[in-house]
């Protein structure tokens, strides 16, 4: 019997070693277990700058495409999608090993429930998870999924132009700011946080968040002033046309604080010239040809104009270190533009981009390369 009782102990002290000791908390547990493989997502170009984000992601395993061979880059996140981020983010920095199984109940309930009890949100604290998350609420559920040891502060940012100091989210952005996590949609970093945010740019936050080394430091400018339009130039009143229009329009497009793009629209009769400036490849595209305007207020703010600009029989040029080529059968972009007439100045925006006139009575800073280029080339 007391051999019997000796093996039975034996064999418990065996399988005790031979469990896995429980991960200790840190960002050593982010490793990649996952193969990327260039050109997998067919919406993914290997050039684009969110590719590196996607990628490493993908390797870490805490975002999927949204299809075998598609990521969906400018898709929006539901509120139940950034819960599911921030859960895998905490589980893999606490090495709990949860796998958020689903017994019954909607596919996001686990990830609720896991949320909950690691005090990432309180109970009841969304009443639709299918909704599209705000960039306020997302900040502030990835910001909640780590602690405050993971996110130390390498800048110091205590303030930024669209963000009201005593918004409950208020302290959950300035973390991320100042974590070199978040970086602002321009050079004074607007947060613009009742908008939504992209899958392109979800890539870089939490890519951001697991990896140090991948966290920016960055002094921010200050915000420019609200420029005093006369009521003289003011045309929009309603559904616009081609003769609100006439001229250039410029506009700058900014991901995470650096320069992406700078674009001109050039109206001249029913002509359109549409000229795109690359900043990370310097390369130029330009399309030109007639176009038509269709505009509408929306039902759902009718001070806000809809705008889409449809051109034809267009000639589309590219330009790389100085080399220009017509290439065939080159589809123009989608032309899509909101405009909210109740601005002082009239301008329209395609996402992050924002469209305002170079006019005669205003200072305009485009770029003087592009007026070159328009010229010479097109």
Same mark, same amino acid.
């Given at each position: 019997? $007391?051999?019997? !009782?000796?093996?039975?102990?034996?064999?418990?002290?065996?399988?005790? =070693?031979? #469990?896995?000791?429980?991960?200790?908390?840190?960002?050593?547990?982010?490793?990649?277990?996952?193969?990327?493989?260039?050109?997998?997502?067919?919406? %993914?170009?290997?050039?684009?700058?969110?590719? &590196? *984000?996607?990628?490493?992601?993908?390797?870490?395993?805490?975002?999927?495409?949204? /299809?075998?061979?598609?990521?969906?880059?400018?898709?929006?996140?539901?509120?139940?999608?950034?819960?599911?981020?921030?859960?895998?983010?905490?589980?893999?920095?606490?090495?709990?090993?949860?796998?958020?199984?689903?017994?019954?109940? @909607?596919?996001?309930?686990?990830?609720?429930?896991?949320?909950?009890?690691?005090?990432?949100?309180?109970?009841?604290?969304? #009443?639709?998870?299918?909704?599209?998350?705000?960039?306020?609420?997302?900040?502030? !559920?990835?910001?909640?999924?780590?602690?405050?040891?993971?996110?130390?502060? !390498?800048?110091?940012? @205590?303030?930024? &132009?669209?963000?009201?100091? =005593?918004?409950?989210?208020?302290?959950?952005?300035?973390?991320?700011? *100042?974590?070199?996590?978040? @970086?602002?949609?321009?050079?004074?970093?607007?947060?613009?946080?009742?908008?939504?945010?992209?899958?392109?740019?979800?890539?870089?936050?939490? #890519?951001?968040?697991?990896? $140090?080394?991948?966290?920016?430091?960055?002094?921010? =400018?200050?915000? &420019?002033?609200?420029?005093?339009?006369?009521?003289?130039?003011?045309?929009?009143?309603? &559904?616009?046309?081609?003769?609100?229009?006439?001229?250039?329009?410029?506009?700058?497009?900014?991901?995470?604080?650096?320069?992406?793009?700078?674009?001109?629209?050039?109206?001249?009769?029913?002509?359109?010239?549409?000229?795109?400036?690359?900043?990370?490849?310097?390369?130029?595209?330009?399309?030109?040809?007639? %176009?038509?305007?269709?505009?509408?207020?929306?039902?759902?703010?009718?001070?806000?104009?809809?705008?889409?600009?449809?051109? /034809?029989?267009?000639?589309?040029?590219?330009?790389?270190?100085?080399?220009?080529? %017509?290439?065939?059968?080159?589809?123009?972009?989608?032309?899509?533009?909101?405009?909210?007439?109740?601005?002082?100045?009239?301008?329209?925006?395609?996402?992050? /981009?924002?469209?305002?006139?170079?006019?005669?009575?205003?200072?305009?800073?485009?770029?003087? %390369?592009?007026?070159?280029?328009?010229?010479?080339? !097109?």
């Amino acid at each position: 019997m $007391k051999k019997r !009782i000796l093996s039975l102990v034996l064999a418990s002290a065996l399988c005790l =070693s031979l #469990t896995a000791p429980a991960l200790a908390a840190g960002l050593d547990n982010f490793d990649k277990v996952n193969t990327y493989t260039t050109g997998q997502f067919t919406d %993914v170009p290997a050039d684009a700058w969110f590719a &590196p *984000n996607v990628q490493t992601a993908y390797e870490l395993d805490l975002m999927t495409g949204s /299809s075998e061979t598609t990521f969906n880059p400018n898709g929006n996140l539901t509120v139940a999608e950034a819960l599911v981020l921030a859960c895998r983010l905490h589980s893999t920095y606490v090495g709990d090993g949860e796998t958020f199984a689903v017994d019954g109940g @909607t596919w996001y309930q686990p990830y609720v429930d896991y949320a909950v009890a690691s005090g990432i949100i309180a109970a009841n604290a969304y #009443t639709d998870y299918t909704a599209t998350a705000t960039r306020a609420q997302f900040a502030a !559920i990835l910001a909640a999924a780590l602690p405050d040891e993971a996110l130390p502060a !390498i800048n110091s940012v @205590t303030a930024l &132009p669209d963000l009201d100091g =005593s918004a409950a989210y208020a302290a959950a952005v300035l973390k991320l700011y *100042n974590a070199g996590i978040l @970086t602002g949609s321009d050079a004074a970093g607007s947060f613009k946080p009742t908008s939504t945010i992209q899958r392109s740019e979800v890539a870089t936050i939490v #890519t951001r968040m697991a990896d $140090k080394s991948l966290r920016k430091t960055f002094t921010l =400018s200050a915000a &420019p002033s609200t420029p005093n339009v006369p009521a003289s130039t003011k045309k929009f009143d309603g &559904p616009i046309t081609l003769d609100d229009l006439q001229g250039v329009w410029y506009a700058e497009s900014y991901n995470y604080g650096a320069l992406t793009m700078k674009s001109e629209l050039i109206f001249n009769g029913d002509n359109l010239t549409l000229i795109r400036y690359h900043a990370d490849s310097e390369r130029y595209n330009a399309w030109k040809g007639t %176009v038509t305007v269709h505009s509408e207020m929306l039902a759902s703010d009718p001070n806000v104009c809809h705008m889409v600009l449809e051109m /034809s029989d267009y000639l589309y040029v590219s330009v790389i270190n100085g080399n220009g080529r %017509v290439d065939e059968g080159v589809e123009c972009p989608s032309l899509n533009y909101d405009s909210n007439i109740m601005l002082e100045e009239d301008c329209f925006k395609q996402g992050s /981009s924002t469209f305002r006139p170079c006019l005669k009575n205003k200072s305009c800073t485009r770029n003087q %390369v592009m007026r070159s280029y328009e010229h010479e080339t !097109i």
